[in-house]
């Protein structure tokens, strides 16, 4: 840090994330700031300059340098934030910068003591905010915790069963545990078997009893603002987690304009969606795995305007994901409704779904804008835009008004295959369409839905065909 720097800083005043001390502070003390950064945004301390920033520096550089060595090692778990960074100010008036990172993975105390700043104060935790932001740091997951006035009555074994099902169609292979013996295994059940915040989200039988907002609400907008009188419609989802984000994607994606040309030299129409149904689809998810559950009150809020779709999900990232390294960084902060969403089927590969999101966004024949994430510290906010028309495209006898399609490119090749073959496979999908087997399993299931096709056989054997 220079000079100048150093002095818009002073200029400021203490605050959020700036702190000054005087030379002669003790590591204890100085050891209750390093903590009450790091358990917050970070921010920097001066070192040499009194509370109303006067610039008084260290008389003794290597002393002071020791102080705050001393006073990291006081702070656990170890925080490494390495050395301080003496900047002089005017001969011989030296001033010690001690930089704490922000978004540090843990949570941090001083002899028992958990501190967080809050303004231009170092400020201890109370229970209910220490727990809080343990479970923000993932030191403590909030998915795993019991459910005090809940039993195992409350599970849905019927759930149970159907996600057996779908395991052994994803993986092609027999599950042979027991439905408690699974659950448990799933992290879905504790000891006296007592459904976890998991067990219960993926598979309760009234969800709303001990969660009472909806898991996922959707509103639809007439044009690009918010408004009761723009509103075109909304809707709210219950039940399970893994039944609330197949309705919202699905509500999502069937709401979408589509665009509809002929293709040059070709008698077929090709559909163009706004949006790449694939984002629509993992954007949602990713709200619901991905959200803070431990926010009470809150749910997923998807808005749908005439030119982006925005989704909120609430709790910020967790560490150290940030809406600049989201594409190289990656953290579960749910990591068992994570796993029973990729069993399910509704997770492809972990780690892997933002950046085809991305590459999705970017093959579109349109090559709308780029989604953007924004986290306002209480929740992350995903944009996806639409698609827009180039003038000289969409002046072109090619193109005819926008229609509505329920299937994509992929699902309508699979319905004429099967008009002649009359019989198709996973497998025989996945490579005629260049998709993964969870992908391919996933659109076929979603044919199935809409009452296209029929699953038939169980196992190696599950094949899908008309019906008759």
Same mark, same amino acid.
């Given at each position: 840090?220079?000079?100048?720097?150093?002095?818009?800083?002073?200029?400021?005043?203490?605050?959020?994330?700036?702190?000054?001390?005087?030379?002669?502070?003790?590591?204890?003390?100085?050891?209750?700031?390093?903590?009450?950064?790091?358990?917050?945004?970070?921010? *920097?301390?001066?070192?040499?300059?009194?509370?109303?920033?006067?610039?008084?520096?260290?008389?003794?550089?290597?002393?002071?340098?020791?102080?705050?060595?001393?006073?990291?090692?006081?702070?656990?778990?170890?925080?490494?934030?390495?050395?301080?960074?003496?900047?002089?100010?005017?001969?011989?008036?030296?001033?010690?910068?001690?930089?704490?990172?922000?978004?540090?993975?843990?949570?941090?105390?001083?002899?028992?003591?958990?501190?967080?700043?809050?303004?231009?104060?170092? #400020?201890?935790?109370?229970?209910?905010?220490?727990?809080?932001?343990?479970?923000?740091?993932?030191?403590?997951?909030?998915?795993?915790?019991?459910?005090?006035?809940?039993?195992?009555?409350?599970?849905?074994?019927?759930?149970?069963?159907?996600?057996?099902?779908?395991?052994?169609?994803?993986?092609?292979?027999?599950?042979?545990?027991?439905?408690?013996?699974?659950? *448990?295994?799933?992290?879905?059940?504790?000891?006296?078997?007592?459904?976890?915040?998991?067990?219960?989200?993926?598979?309760?039988?009234?969800?709303?009893?001990?969660?009472?907002?909806?898991?996922?609400?959707?509103?639809?907008?007439?044009?690009?603002?918010?408004?009761?009188?723009?509103?075109?419609?909304?809707?709210?989802?219950?039940?399970?987690?893994?039944?609330?984000?197949?309705?919202?994607?699905?509500?999502?994606?069937?709401?979408?304009?589509?665009?509809?040309?002929?293709?040059?030299?070709?008698? #077929?129409?090709?559909?163009?969606?706004?949006?790449?149904?694939?984002?629509?689809?993992?954007?949602?998810?990713?709200?619901?795995?991905?959200?803070?559950?431990?926010?009470?009150?809150?749910?997923?809020? *998807?808005?749908?305007?005439?030119?982006?779709?925005?989704?909120?999900?609430?709790?910020?990232?967790?560490?150290?994901?940030?809406?600049?390294?989201?594409?190289?960084?990656?953290?579960?902060?749910?990591?068992?409704?994570?796993?029973?969403?990729?069993?399910?089927?509704?997770?492809?590969?972990?780690?892997?779904?933002?950046?085809?999101?991305?590459?999705?966004?970017?093959?579109?024949?349109?090559?709308?804008?780029?989604?953007?994430?924004?986290?306002?510290?209480?929740?992350?906010?995903?944009?996806?835009?639409?698609?827009?028309?180039?003038?000289?495209?969409?002046?072109?006898?090619?193109?005819?008004?926008?229609?509505?399609?329920?299937?994509?490119?992929?699902?309508?090749?699979?319905?004429?295959?099967?008009?002649?073959?009359?019989?198709?496979?996973?497998?025989?999908?996945?490579?005629?369409?260049?998709?993964?087997?969870?992908?391919?399993?996933?659109?076929?299931?979603?044919?199935?839905?809409?009452?296209?096709?029929?699953?038939?056989?169980?196992?190696?054997?599950?094949?899908?065909?008309?019906?008759?």
């Amino acid at each position: 840090m220079k000079r100048d720097e150093l002095l818009r800083l002073i200029a400021q005043g203490e605050g959020q994330q700036i702190d000054f001390k005087e030379e002669a502070i003790k590591p204890g003390r100085l050891a209750e700031a390093l903590v009450a950064f790091a358990n917050a945004e970070g921010g *920097v301390i001066l070192i040499g300059v009194d509370d109303s920033g006067h610039v008084h520096g260290v008389g003794d550089a290597k002393r002071a340098a020791d102080n705050v060595v001393e006073a990291i090692g006081l702070c656990s778990p170890p925080l490494g934030i390495g050395l301080p960074q003496p900047v002089e100010m005017e001969p011989g008036v030296t001033v010690l910068v001690v930089d704490v990172p922000a978004r540090l993975p843990r949570v941090y105390h001083t002899h028992g003591r958990y501190l967080r700043r809050a303004g231009s104060r170092n #400020v201890a935790l109370d229970e209910a905010a220490l727990r809080r932001l343990l479970y923000e740091r993932g030191e403590l997951g909030y998915e795993a915790e019991p459910v005090a006035e809940a039993s195992l009555a409350d599970v849905d074994q019927t759930k149970v069963s159907d996600f057996r099902r779908r395991y052994e169609d994803v993986y092609n292979r027999d599950l042979a545990l027991p439905n408690r013996d699974l659950l *448990v295994a799933m992290g879905c059940l504790a000891r006296d078997d007592q459904p976890t915040v998991a067990g219960l989200l993926l598979f309760g039988h009234e969800t709303h009893r001990y969660f009472f907002e909806p898991h996922v609400s959707i509103a639809r907008y007439r044009g690009e603002s918010v408004g009761a009188e723009y509103r075109l419609d909304s809707r709210d989802y219950y039940g399970t987690i893994i039944e609330a984000a197949v309705a919202a994607s699905d509500y999502v994606n069937e709401h979408v304009q589509i665009f509809s040309r002929l293709l040059s030299g070709k008698v #077929v129409r090709q559909d163009v969606p706004q949006y790449p149904r694939f984002a629509i689809r993992e954007i949602i998810i990713n709200a619901i795995v991905h959200r803070d559950w431990s926010i009470k009150g809150s749910r997923v809020l *998807v808005k749908m305007f005439s030119d982006r779709i925005e989704v909120q999900s609430p709790g910020p990232f967790p560490p150290p994901v940030t809406s600049q390294n989201i594409r190289e960084e990656h953290q579960l902060r749910n990591p068992r409704i994570a796993q029973a969403f990729k069993d399910y089927g509704l997770i492809e590969k972990f780690g892997n779904g933002i950046d085809r999101v991305f590459e999705e966004v970017q093959a579109h024949p349109f090559r709308p804008r780029l989604p953007t994430f924004y986290d306002t510290g209480a929740s992350v906010i995903v944009t996806l835009y639409g698609a827009v028309l180039p003038p000289e495209e969409a002046a072109s006898p090619l193109y005819v008004e926008p229609a509505r399609s329920g299937l994509n490119e992929r699902q309508g090749k699979a319905l004429e295959y099967l008009k002649t073959y009359g019989r198709i496979a996973r497998r025989e999908y996945s490579r005629m369409c260049g998709v993964s087997d969870t992908e391919a399993y996933r659109e076929l299931s979603e044919m199935v839905a809409k009452g296209l096709i029929v699953r038939q056989g169980k196992g190696k054997g599950t094949y899908y065909a008309l019906i008759p």
